[in-house]
């Protein structure tokens, strides 16, 4: 991938069942290299989630982009270990 090519993440809020407590969660799932991809995640997180009878689901979600920058990694210069 060459630098600031886009990337891209599922965000998904969503709530435990009322039983559960209530409680809100965020996730982050990706990165994924198409919008479609991470689109997809949201999409069955608010599936998943979803109410049969009522419809409604406990999950929501958006997708966010980012470019990536790529530079030279360098390792950790590891210790020498002392011999006795």
Same mark, same amino acid.
């Given at each position: 991938?060459?630098?600031?090519?886009?990337?891209? !993440?599922?965000?998904? %809020?969503?709530?435990?069942?009322?039983? /559960?407590?209530?409680?809100?969660? *965020?996730?982050?799932?990706? $990165? #994924?290299?198409?919008?479609?991809?991470?689109?997809?995640?949201?999409?069955?997180?608010?599936?998943?989630? !979803?109410?049969?009878? %009522?419809?409604?689901?406990?999950?929501? /979600?958006?997708?966010?982009?980012? *470019?990536?920058?790529?530079? $030279? #990694?360098?390792?950790?210069?590891?210790?020498?270990?002392?011999?006795?």
């Amino acid at each position: 991938m060459p630098d600031h090519d886009a990337v891209y !993440r599922a965000v998904i %809020t969503w709530t435990e069942a009322p039983q /559960g407590g209530g409680a809100a969660h *965020t996730e982050y799932e990706g $990165p #994924y290299g198409k919008p479609g991809a991470a689109q997809g995640r949201v999409t069955a997180w608010e599936n998943d989630l !979803r109410d049969h009878e %009522t419809g409604e689901t406990r999950a929501t /979600g958006h997708v966010e982009r980012s *470019t990536t920058t790529w530079e $030279p #990694y360098t390792p950790p210069v590891k210790k020498e270990r002392r011999r006795k």
